[in-house]
């Protein structure tokens, strides 16, 4: 039910799709750095139409918080 | 906003570059107040696009006055041949940014003074230590004033401090020959502040163009980089039904064609007033469309309003004739590399059959909508470069003259008899500061008669032409059907008792009249005359330089060792059909 969302991950990062999981995060993912996580964050915002506060950006420690995000805005991610 | 044109493909796509393979090298520097993260990777991935290599150096956040300041400083040591010096209205503006009126007037004034003199200090800084040519961005007007619209009436508001200090930079650089403004507000007059500025990224990693317009952004820097490596495009080639203008002729008929007074037709009217203003400005128009000549070219010549017209053209080919054969005929006839050719066509099949059989060809996919046509034109900028010079905007009369000359040596049919009725006049002329920056203009984009194709920038040319060893000169043709302009140059390297060529060049549109030889010749005379030996050059081949090859040998030179040499004593060729005039 993530493929979208993973997909984004997997481009923005640069990585194979089965790398990345809901326990995704920059201590087991050393492509994501502080910088392309903001390219993932706007990648996010355009592609499913939301724009995210920024304490709920700073909230993101791994995929699966991002997926919490798209619950509390009613997004569906198949 | 299309996957090819976001920063995460152009982050990704910069890890793929490999290093070394193209002609064409460029060493940008980026120095910042600010998060730049993908600036240099989208540029890098932007330029291979264009086959330019470019190696970059990224200054360390807000580091920019040390790295200046410091003459071994690591932006020194990259020797940058191009740096982005941008900095940020908040950032300048410090405090004041937010408090404006927390000053005087007298304060504001000192204050805006101070930062002209601050910032245009730091750019001569970078000059002095590295030669390197300076973009500086222009700082952002604020759209908010805690005054509210009672800004407007003070004196040195908050808007007009920015707008002060904007003016005073470029006033104080107008002159100099290796800095240039980046007009920041027509960045954001066209995108919009709120789409530029994100708040959320400005807070977490002081990100000040937003990361959805980074690659927007670099478009405009990009600008800069076509202009300085002559990688400009020279001609459009149109079609003409439902391009220039809306219907086919040859069914709808002279009367019935959309052109001026209805909707569609007025797309077409402003799209061919964008087109004619770039023909103002030396952009070659030429027509490349399938078509019954007589049908075509009546509304060319007599249709109200038509705004293009025949003199507007450098070439026009309309035929049934395949798009690539007329393509290639065009840019014989205008002696223009294809790589110089924008192509214009409402026909997908025309544009594939272009992309694939020429791939160096720009092709332009137009919407199917022509009230996007001027946008798609004005948008484009590949038309660039630092600055127009009188032969630019000369151009489009040399290349009408072009047209009636090959006309003319159809009619004649004899070479011989054609060159000695052309009456040519070649006048020399010595480099000063009106001839520097056609002359430097020359050695970047003449690429088929270049002996050396050594590039230089206007200040190299300044130099040369300072210096007493250098003798540097560029020549103007004319003939019965008028100015040629400055189309050839010149550096020479005087030695005790040798010279040599450091560049000898001739514009493409001027090969082939003898022209070439008859500059050689009296460089030797006068070499002779100061009791010169010998004349040394070289021939430095590239892809594109084939028409230069055989220009020493033919002349009479020797080769010895990596030199072609001519000794004084030889006989010098002599070239009857041209009158040398010398300009002292």
Same mark, same amino acid.
């Given at each position: 039910m993530s493929k979208k969302l993973y997909d984004i991950v997997s481009k923005v990062f640069n990585?194979?799709?089965?790398?990345?999981?809901?326990?995704?995060s920059p201590e087991n993912l050393e492509e994501w750095d502080s910088f392309n996580f903001y390219v993932l964050l706007d990648e996010i915002e355009n592609e499913f139409d939301v724009k995210f506060d920024l304490d709920e950006t700073l909230e993101i420690k791994k995929i699966g918080d991002i997926k919490k995000l798209f619950v509390k805005y009613g997004i569906r991610c198949e | 906003m299309k996957n090819e044109e976001n920063l995460a493909y152009f982050l990704n796509e910069a890890k793929t570059i490999k290093t070394g393979s193209l002609e064409k090298k460029l060493r940008v520097a980026f120095l910042a107040s600010f998060t730049i993260n993908g600036f240099e990777e989208t540029m890098r991935v932007k330029c291979k696009k264009k086959k330019i290599e470019c190696m970059t150096y990224v200054g360390d956040y807000n580091q920019y006055n040390q790295e200046i300041l410091e003459n071994d400083s690591k932006f020194y040591r990259f020797k940058p041949e191009l740096t982005f010096l941008i900095l940020d209205v908040r950032h300048i503006l410090g405090e004041l940014f937010f408090y404006?009126?927390?000053?005087s007037v007298s304060e504001r004034e000192d204050f805006v003074k101070n930062k002209i003199r601050e910032i245009t200090n730091l750019i001569r800084m970078i000059i002095k230590n590295s030669g390197s040519r300076v973009i500086l961005t222009e700082l952002q007007i604020p759209t908010?004033?805690?005054?509210?619209?009672s800004d407007q009436n003070e004196k040195v508001g908050v808007k007009e401090i920015v707008r002060e200090i904007n003016i005073g930079i470029k006033h104080e650089v107008?002159?100099?020959?290796?800095i240039s403004i980046l007009d920041f507000n027509q960045f954001i007059q066209r995108y919009g502040e709120q789409n530029i500025f994100n708040y959320n990224q400005f807070f977490s990693g002081?990100?000040?163009?937003?990361i959805e317009y980074i690659p927007k952004f670099v478009d405009e820097m990009m600008r800069y980089v076509t202009a300085i490596t002559g990688t400009t495009k020279k001609c459009i080639v149109l079609d003409l039904?439902?391009?220039?203008?809306?219907?086919v002729v040859g069914e709808d008929g002279f009367e019935n064609?959309?052109? *001026?007074? %209805?909707p569609i037709g007025r797309s077409f009217v402003e799209f061919q007033k964008r087109l004619l203003a770039l023909n103002q400005r030396g952009i070659i128009l030429a027509i490349n469309s399938k078509n019954n000549f007589d049908d075509a070219i009546k509304v060319v010549k007599e249709?109200?309003?038509?705004?293009?017209?025949?003199?507007?053209?450098?070439c026009i080919k309309i035929n049934w004739n395949d798009k690539v054969t007329n393509l290639y005929e065009i840019s014989r006839e205008l002696n223009? *590399?294809? %790589?110089?050719f924008v192509f214009f066509d409402d026909d997908p099949i025309n544009r594939e059959f272009i992309k694939k059989q020429l791939e160096q060809v720009l092709v332009i996919d137009l919407?199917?909508?022509?009230?996007?046509f001027a946008h798609v034109l004005t948008e484009?900028?590949?038309?660039?470069?630092?600055k127009i010079t009188d032969e630019d905007v000369k151009r489009k009369d040399m290349y009408l003259g072009q047209r009636k000359r090959v006309e003319f040596e159809h009619k004649i049919g004899d070479i011989n008899e054609f060159l000695k009725q052309m009456n040519i006049q070649v006048t020399i002329k010595e480099a000063d500061n009106f001839l520097v920056p056609r002359i430097s203009q020359l050695t970047l984009k003449t690429?088929?008669?270049?002996?050396?194709?050594k590039r230089y920038q206007q200040e190299q040319i300044s130099s040369f032409s300072d210096d007493k060893n250098y003798v540097v000169e560029c020549i103007e043709v004319s003939d019965k059907f008028g100015n040629n302009g400055i189309t050839g140059a010149y550096i020479i390297k005087k030695k005790e008792t040798e010279w040599i060529i450091d560049t000898f060049l001739l514009s493409?549109?001027?090969?082939?009249?003898g022209v070439e030889d008859a500059m050689l010749s009296q460089l030797i005379e006068r070499a002779k005359r100061e009791n010169i030996k010998k004349i040394k050059g070289e021939f430095i081949p590239t892809a594109k330089n084939k028409p230069a090859e055989n220009f020493y040998k033919e002349f009479g030179f020797k080769e010895e060792e990596n030199f072609w040499v001519f000794d004084t004593e030889q006989t010098i060729k002599k070239v009857e059909h041209i009158k040398m005039v010398k300009n002292e």
């Amino acid at each position: 039910m993530s493929k979208k969302l993973y997909d984004i991950v997997s481009k923005v990062f640069n990585v194979n799709l089965d790398r990345i999981n809901d326990d995704s995060s920059p201590e087991n993912l050393e492509e994501w750095d502080s910088f392309n996580f903001y390219v993932l964050l706007d990648e996010i915002e355009n592609e499913f139409d939301v724009k995210f506060d920024l304490d709920e950006t700073l909230e993101i420690k791994k995929i699966g918080d991002i997926k919490k995000l798209f619950v509390k805005y009613g997004i569906r991610c198949e | 906003m299309k996957n090819e044109e976001n920063l995460a493909y152009f982050l990704n796509e910069a890890k793929t570059i490999k290093t070394g393979s193209l002609e064409k090298k460029l060493r940008v520097a980026f120095l910042a107040s600010f998060t730049i993260n993908g600036f240099e990777e989208t540029m890098r991935v932007k330029c291979k696009k264009k086959k330019i290599e470019c190696m970059t150096y990224v200054g360390d956040y807000n580091q920019y006055n040390q790295e200046i300041l410091e003459n071994d400083s690591k932006f020194y040591r990259f020797k940058p041949e191009l740096t982005f010096l941008i900095l940020d209205v908040r950032h300048i503006l410090g405090e004041l940014f937010f408090y404006p009126y927390s000053l005087s007037v007298s304060e504001r004034e000192d204050f805006v003074k101070n930062k002209i003199r601050e910032i245009t200090n730091l750019i001569r800084m970078i000059i002095k230590n590295s030669g390197s040519r300076v973009i500086l961005t222009e700082l952002q007007i604020p759209t908010y004033s805690p005054y509210g619209i009672s800004d407007q009436n003070e004196k040195v508001g908050v808007k007009e401090i920015v707008r002060e200090i904007n003016i005073g930079i470029k006033h104080e650089v107008k002159d100099e020959l290796l800095i240039s403004i980046l007009d920041f507000n027509q960045f954001i007059q066209r995108y919009g502040e709120q789409n530029i500025f994100n708040y959320n990224q400005f807070f977490s990693g002081d990100i000040k163009i937003s990361i959805e317009y980074i690659p927007k952004f670099v478009d405009e820097m990009m600008r800069y980089v076509t202009a300085i490596t002559g990688t400009t495009k020279k001609c459009i080639v149109l079609d003409l039904d439902n391009t220039l203008w809306g219907g086919v002729v040859g069914e709808d008929g002279f009367e019935n064609i959309k052109l *001026g007074d %209805d909707p569609i037709g007025r797309s077409f009217v402003e799209f061919q007033k964008r087109l004619l203003a770039l023909n103002q400005r030396g952009i070659i128009l030429a027509i490349n469309s399938k078509n019954n000549f007589d049908d075509a070219i009546k509304v060319v010549k007599e249709h109200p309003n038509m705004i293009l017209r025949e003199e507007n053209f450098g070439c026009i080919k309309i035929n049934w004739n395949d798009k690539v054969t007329n393509l290639y005929e065009i840019s014989r006839e205008l002696n223009i *590399g294809l %790589d110089s050719f924008v192509f214009f066509d409402d026909d997908p099949i025309n544009r594939e059959f272009i992309k694939k059989q020429l791939e160096q060809v720009l092709v332009i996919d137009l919407p199917s909508d022509s009230a996007k046509f001027a946008h798609v034109l004005t948008e484009m900028n590949v038309f660039e470069s630092l600055k127009i010079t009188d032969e630019d905007v000369k151009r489009k009369d040399m290349y009408l003259g072009q047209r009636k000359r090959v006309e003319f040596e159809h009619k004649i049919g004899d070479i011989n008899e054609f060159l000695k009725q052309m009456n040519i006049q070649v006048t020399i002329k010595e480099a000063d500061n009106f001839l520097v920056p056609r002359i430097s203009q020359l050695t970047l984009k003449t690429n088929q008669f270049n002996l050396t194709t050594k590039r230089y920038q206007q200040e190299q040319i300044s130099s040369f032409s300072d210096d007493k060893n250098y003798v540097v000169e560029c020549i103007e043709v004319s003939d019965k059907f008028g100015n040629n302009g400055i189309t050839g140059a010149y550096i020479i390297k005087k030695k005790e008792t040798e010279w040599i060529i450091d560049t000898f060049l001739l514009s493409c549109r001027i090969i082939g009249r003898g022209v070439e030889d008859a500059m050689l010749s009296q460089l030797i005379e006068r070499a002779k005359r100061e009791n010169i030996k010998k004349i040394k050059g070289e021939f430095i081949p590239t892809a594109k330089n084939k028409p230069a090859e055989n220009f020493y040998k033919e002349f009479g030179f020797k080769e010895e060792e990596n030199f072609w040499v001519f000794d004084t004593e030889q006989t010098i060729k002599k070239v009857e059909h041209i009158k040398m005039v010398k300009n002292e």
